[in-house]
């Protein structure tokens, strides 16, 4: 069968790519391998992570997205060839409908890089959305009524606040700290208390398994390996998840901050249906263990993780794909 739409969350950190009729056909991270000095693409996705903290001189692996927009054109159009590509067949002649999703603070040339370098990756037309947008409609959300919703979705580059309602963006607010800066807090950390290095996906693996936004009574531990900074020498030690709420407070009030501020100028009315409905969390960083509790005291109002978190944006390229008639007004330019 012919694929002619393709959805694709192109994430700070990872890419989802929906097919209609198939569902999620690819998760990978954003990241390319890069060989040193002719620029050549050696891995992308998965394989590319892979090499992270173990390449020779000569091979360098690279994120071309930097806080969800485009850092480098080139390597991201190379990346979207290659997700193009795998999702319809490397033999498929019919050039597919691409939905991409994109910062809600994205600017008019930000958005032009991003419709050309799907075009040029084989795209018959490109259509962005808002990621918070995508998320409300991945999480359920009837983004077309009048009542208003809020949606916090927490990538891995950005964690967007907006709220919509009657098909758009009413108020919004997006802050460059996420699941990378949670990463780097860890790392941070572990260096200052335990003075040891860590690597990035050490400091990733220790946020998935154990990382709450709370303390916790019934605390969970991680052992991890680094490097003594005192001898060099490889060692052990156990962190505990209230260490890692410890580490990551200061980021989520942050963020905290940065939602109340969207509240400050949201219409009355639509604060009221916030009030009553809660707060949907969606991205992989809202995955953290007790982030509705944190939300819920640092505003007052209830906070819901929505379901699959991690593929409410890609799920929503697909309800678009689907409806571009219904939703047509939420697409910000079409290529």
Same mark, same amino acid.
């Given at each position: 069968m !012919?694929?002619?739409?393709? *959805? ?6 990872n ?6 009729g /198939? *569902? !999620? ?6 990241i390319v ?13 998965v ?6 903290? +173990? ?14 927009? $485009? ?10 060839? %290659? ?21 809600? *603070? @994205?600017?008019?040339?930000e +958005? +032009? ?5 799907? +075009?040029?990756?084989?795209a ?27 949606v ?11 709220? @919509?309602?009657? *098909?758009n ?24 208390? %335990?003075?040891?290095? @860590?690597?990035?996906?050490t400091?990733?693996n220790?946020?998935?398994e ?8 019934? /605390? ?10 005192i ?5 052990d ?11 990551l ?9 940065s ?14 249906d916030i009030?009553e ?19 819920e005291?640092a ?14 944006v ?5 309800? $678009?794909?689907?409806?571009?008639d219904t %939703?047509?007004r939420t ?5």
């Amino acid at each position: 069968m !012919f694929t002619s739409k393709i *959805g694709i969350d192109l994430g700070t950190a990872n890419t989802v790519v929906f097919v209609p009729g /198939k *569902g !999620f056909i690819i998760n990978e991270p954003t990241i390319v391998a890069l060989s040193k000095p002719d620029n050549t693409v050696m891995a992308v996705g998965v394989e590319a992570k892979e090499m992270i903290g +173990r390449t020779p001189e000569g091979i360098v692996p690279y994120r071309p997205l930097k806080d969800g927009v $485009i850092a480098d054109y080139y390597i991201t159009k190379a990346m979207l060839t %290659y997700f193009i590509s795998k999702a319809i067949g490397w033999f498929n002649i019919i050039k597919p409908d691409v939905v991409i999703s994109v910062p809600a *603070g @994205i600017t008019q040339t930000e +958005r +032009r890089a991003v419709i050309n370098a799907a +075009r040029e990756a084989g795209a018959r037309n490109a259509f962005i959305v808002r990621e918070p947008v995508l998320a409300a409609l991945g999480a359920g959300i009837p983004i077309n009524a009048r009542s208003g919703n809020m949606v916090i979705n927490m990538g891995g580059g950005t964690t967007e606040n907006a709220v @919509i309602a009657l *098909g758009n963006i009413v108020s919004w607010n997006s802050l460059r700290i996420a699941g990378n800066k949670f990463d780097q807090a860890v790392s941070d950390y572990v260096k200052k208390k %335990y003075a040891l290095a @860590i690597g990035e996906q050490t400091a990733e693996n220790v946020k998935i398994e154990i990382g709450s936004a709370l303390p916790m009574k019934d /605390k969970l531990e991680y052992q991890l390996r680094g490097r003594d900074l005192i001898t060099g020498l490889p060692k052990d030690i156990v962190i505990t998840s209230n260490e890692i709420a410890e580490a990551l407070n200061p980021l989520l009030l942050d963020i905290a901050g940065s939602v109340q501020n969207v509240f400050n100028v949201t219409p009355p009315e639509l604060v009221a249906d916030i009030m009553e409905k809660g707060i949907i969390l969606s991205g992989g960083s809202a995955q953290l263990h007790n982030l509705p509790n944190f939300f819920e005291r640092a505003l007052g109002v209830p906070a819901y993780v929505a379901e699959d978190p991690l593929f409410c944006v890609a799920k929503g390229t697909g309800l $678009i794909l689907d409806h571009l008639d219904t %939703y047509k007004r939420t697409l910000l330019d079409k290529r």
